[in-house]
């Protein structure tokens, strides 16, 4: 009988410290996560931010690829065509080779380029 109400009253201080501890006497005792929650509100403004440059930056590697497109247009043109055909006309001969120097460089050139230097 002894040994039931000494467990009894270590059930009863238990729950009275565990109860002290959570709810303290002004309610729930939530510091902690008030504080981790409040920790992490700055990081919402972060998280826009890097959307927004992420986006930006796609935005303008789009803008860069499609002119890098445009300029590969006539490569894929001349690559079509018979190879007879090119060294037969002077003028096709003429622009392969500019393609392949003056042409090419600027296709080099775009292609290297950082996207900051578009605007």
Wanted: glycine share 6%; no cysteine.
């Amino acid at each position: 009988m002894a040994h039931k109400i000494s467990n009894l009253v270590s059930f009863i201080f238990l729950s009275l410290i565990v109860n002290l501890t959570l709810f303290g006497n002004n309610g729930p005792v939530s510091g902690e996560l008030f504080t981790a929650q409040v920790d992490l509100e700055p990081l919402f403004p972060t998280q826009t931010a890097v959307i927004e440059a992420v986006e930006s930056y796609l935005a303008k590697e789009e803008v860069r690829l499609k002119e890098i497109r445009r300029r590969l247009n006539p490569y894929v043109e001349r690559g079509k065509k018979n190879l007879q055909e090119i060294i037969d006309n002077p003028i096709s001969a003429f622009l392969l080779v500019k393609g392949l120097t003056i042409d090419l460089e600027d296709l080099v050139s775009i292609s290297q380029q950082n996207y900051n230097a578009l605007g």
